[in-house]
């Protein structure tokens, strides 16, 4: 069976949705109001930005919080308003997805795979060429 | 164990991203490239859009492509452009995240809890009240 009769790419799913936020504290209550809980929290001064997880099913949300205005965080609140950052989708072989995007002329933002905390792989798909959205391809450690 | 100690509300995961594109016919080539299917393209005239289904995981995108520019979605596109339209998260009982909502001062859009196609139950919590997303929650036909 060819590639193009495969009904899905392995390990597809949404990893995260990665939401924008002037506050993490105002931002937590919704989720908590449905009975959703905040597991880890994160503050990465390197990115600028403090991070809370909601794990929800398979994904989870990821709430963004910049540390200043001038990090990119605080200036997509400050262009756009509150609202969603990026979607991050896990699949299980990244470079197979990074080969595919590349032979059909995805405009992709990253210059190469990235290896981010504890080995986590991941590239950005520019908004323009998914719909919008900013993009996040991403595979756990190998 | 009261309710504060449960770890997370019955049935709850992300249940689709309404993604709003002008053309389904272009959006649809990047999830395609990742191996994922369009499985069900349907047009809701009376809401003014054609749909787009990608299965992805327990959770599933859905572009949405509006029939014209004076529709609801034609207005987003003309607003924002392209992106996100909503997150819809599925629980498995609406009508106690209806009223865990109203009780947390929540604003929420819908006047109560509405029922769609095939019995789908769904209300919508305002962008302001959800990080600035607009977050349906649904629940599957009783």
Chains 1, 2 share one sequence.
Do not use: N
């Amino acid at each position: 069976m060819s590639k193009q009769c495969e009904p899905s790419v392995k390990g597809a799913r949404i990893d995260h949705l990665g939401i924008a936020v002037e506050s993490i504290t105002t931002a937590r209550g919704l989720y908590e109001a449905l009975g959703l809980r905040v597991t880890h929290e994160e503050t990465v001064e390197h990115e600028g930005v403090r991070t809370a997880m909601i794990p929800l099913g398979e994904s989870r949300v990821e709430l963004l919080e910049p540390l200043g205005p001038d990090t990119t965080v605080g200036r997509f609140l400050s262009k756009r308003g509150a609202g969603l950052h990026h979607v991050a989708l896990h699949v299980d072989d990244i470079q197979e997805a990074w080969a595919e995007l590349q032979g059909r002329g995805v405009s992709i933002v990253s210059p190469a795979v990235q290896t981010g905390a504890g080995g986590h792989l991941y590239f950005f798909v520019h908004p323009k060429s998914a719909g919008g959205v900013l993009l996040e391809i991403c595979q756990d450690p190998v």
